[in-house]
């Protein structure tokens, strides 16, 4: 560990900037975790697209899909490569709570700098303030290392800004990943200032939060490495430009990614965002592979039509 529990909240503010991504995890053709591929994803991500942090292990790596042995291999994979070039924050989230403090603790002594811990599905349950509140305290008391909130609706229900704001008090909460309506979002960086980091995955109202919001974070999702490549890194010099307060060009030339952002949407099927994610890796030269069941693969229309976008929307392999 690089800090005490009760620095976390510091140590976050003076090293999560920028752009963090959510990584994909490659699996090869019998489903087997691409060790290699995802080495080399890594380094690219870091070395070529300057990415400052990767959010390891979570709903775009399918870790719903994985063993615990391999969440944890994944999770070694990651700060062995990061180790000296680029922050970690790994997904520690699973409904079974011993889970959640096992995976912790093997991210805390495998060089992980930060956890995520997802907001727990609550059946039968109404008045969740107090539940929420137990449950990350409860997770606080038996890890170290900073921890970050996130609520997203794949629970079921959002958690409140009220009790994000009461759970930030916890020494630590360090940040949240907060996949909320925009409305709620703001309500919750008035409410706890620089207590914590609040970030969401939205790149679409990035460049919008750092200049209203004064955000420092971006937390995170796959555009930082689907939006860019070696030679077009338009995702950080927008970033950026806006750090610098230098908004007019900034947005020229975050506006300048639409025709990316629409080639996107339009080929990505409302099942499958995985599967086209890992294939605009390909099309991007990274390595994307399967997706593990239940998820969808991409049909052969899907992949042509995907790669006629790809080829007209104007990024520099």
Same mark, same amino acid.
């Given at each position: ?49 300057? +990415?400052?942090?990767?959010?390891? #292990? /979570? %709903?775009? $790596?399918?870790?719903? @899909?994985? !063993? ?8 070694? +994979?990651?700060?062995?490569?990061? #180790? /000296? %070039?680029? $922050?970690?924050?790994? @997904?520690? !989230? ?224």
């Amino acid at each position: 560990m690089k800090y005490a529990r009760h620095e976390a909240k510091e140590y976050a503010r003076d090293t999560m900037r920028g752009i963090w991504a959510a990584a994909l995890n490659p699996f090869d053709a019998d489903l087997s975790l691409n060790e290699a591929g995802l080495r080399a994803n890594i380094r690219h991500w870091i070395d070529d697209l300057g +990415i400052r942090g990767l959010f390891i #292990a /979570g %709903k775009q $790596g399918e870790f719903w @899909s994985m !063993s615990l042995a391999e969440r944890k291999r994944n999770m070694t +994979i990651a700060a062995e490569e990061c #180790a /000296g %070039k680029a $922050g970690t924050i790994m @997904s520690i !989230s699973d409904q079974t709570l011993d889970t959640v403090i096992e995976l912790g603790l093997h991210a805390q002594d495998c060089g992980a700098d930060y956890v995520v811990v997802h907001a727990p599905m609550l059946s039968f349950c109404h008045d969740r303030d107090e539940v929420l509140y137990q449950y990350y305290k409860y997770v606080c008391n038996r890890l170290d290392i900073g921890i970050a909130m996130w609520s997203h609706p794949d629970s079921g229900y959002l958690m409140e800004p009220e009790t994000c704001a009461r759970i930030a008090e916890l020494p630590n909460i360090m940040a949240i990943k907060y996949s909320v309506p925009r409305e709620m979002y703001v309500r919750l960086s008035g409410m706890v200032g620089d207590r914590i980091l609040v970030s969401t995955s939205s790149e679409d109202d990035w460049l919008d939060n750092i200049e209203e919001l004064g955000w420092q974070l971006y937390l995170c999702s796959s555009p930082p490495y689907l939006l860019q490549t070696r030679d077009d890194r338009r995702m950080e010099e927008y970033t950026n430009l806006a750090f610098a307060g230098r908004f007019a060009e900034a947005r020229r030339v975050r506006n300048s990614l639409e025709p990316v952002r629409q080639a996107i949407r339009a080929t990505k099927p409302g099942g499958k965002p995985t599967a086209h994610g890992k294939y605009w890796q390909e099309l991007l030269g990274q390595t994307g592979g399967r997706v593990r069941p239940p998820m969808l693969e991409l049909s052969g229309a899907e992949k042509e039509a995907t790669l006629a976008a790809f080829a007209g929307c104007g990024l520099k392999p």
